[in-house]
T-cell receptor
Framework: QQQVKQSPQSLIVQKGGISIINCAYENTAFDYFPWYQQFPGKGPALLIAIRPDVSEKKEGRFTISFNKSAKQFSLHIMDSQPGDSATYFCAASKGNFNKFYFGSGTKLNVKP | NAGVTQTPKFQVLKTGQSMTLQCAQDMNHEYMSWYRQDPGMGLRLIHYSVGAGITDQGEVPNGYNVSRSTTEDFPLRLLSAAPSQTSVYFC??????????FGPGTRLLVL
């Protein structure tokens, strides 16, 4: 049973558009929700993360929206650029270091 | 700082063979993990360690062994390789819950 469900599997966005990726979780004990970005042939790299005591976190063009009651969180990429084309993973953990549960990934293609 | 290094980059095994995937980090991180990445399934935790001498199982530990004799190294052993273990393997390390640093991965093909 997948602990974190991610959608969509793939996403095509025009340059300058907004990319939105959604994740949902069941375990209310999760207390840390990171997003990772992965380019082909590379390992994932931390992009942005949020804890459930805030509803939104913004870093540059990247924003996480968090809905604790719905047990959902999403990544918004504003003014999407071709260089943002990558696979994005959401994840969740519950205080135990390194016990992370990942979503299935979203392959984003930003067309010029 | 080399960060997290993994060797080999690519390996082909025959069913039943054993091998060790190497992982090392030079950031003095206490926490290290092994994940496998399969298409459509994201990353799944195999084993993790919270310090030298301490390891524990993740989501998919069967067929894999780990040990952590030093802070720097966290090798993953495949005891008897099976085609179902064909995957890309990532090692990660962190000092806190908040930032995991991933290695470049090892692509394993089991025939």
């Amino acid at each position: 049973q997948q602990q974190v469900k991610q959608s969509p599997q793939s996403l095509i966005v025009q340059k300058g558009g907004i990319s939105i990726i959604n994740c949902a979780y069941e375990n209310t004990a999760f207390d840390y929700f990171p997003w990772y970005q992965q380019f082909p042939g590379k390992g994932p790299a931390l992009l942005i993360a949020i804890r459930p005591d805030v509803s939104e976190k913004k870093e540059g063009r990247f924003t996480i929206s968090f809905n604790k009651s719905a047990k959902q969180f999403s990544l918004h990429i504003m003014d999407s650029q071709p260089g943002d084309s990558a696979t994005y993973f959401c994840a969740a953990s519950k205080g135990n270091f390194n016990k992370f549960y990942f979503g299935s990934g979203t392959k984003l293609n930003v067309k010029p | 700082n080399a960060g997290v290094t993994q060797t080999p980059k690519f390996q082909v095994l025959k069913t039943g063979q054993s091998m060790t995937l190497q992982c090392a980090q030079d950031m003095n991180h206490e926490y290290m993990s092994w994940y496998r990445q399969d298409p459509g399934m994201g990353l799944r935790l195999i084993h993790y360690s919270v310090g030298a001498g301490i390891t524990d199982q993740g989501e998919v530990p069967n067929g894999y062994n780990v040990s952590r004799s030093t802070t720097e190294d966290f090798p993953l052993r495949l005891l008897s390789a099976a085609p179902s273990q064909t995957s890309v393997y990532f090692c990660a390390s962190s000092m806190t819950q908040e930032t995991q640093y991933f290695g470049p991965g090892t692509r394993l093909l089991v025939l």
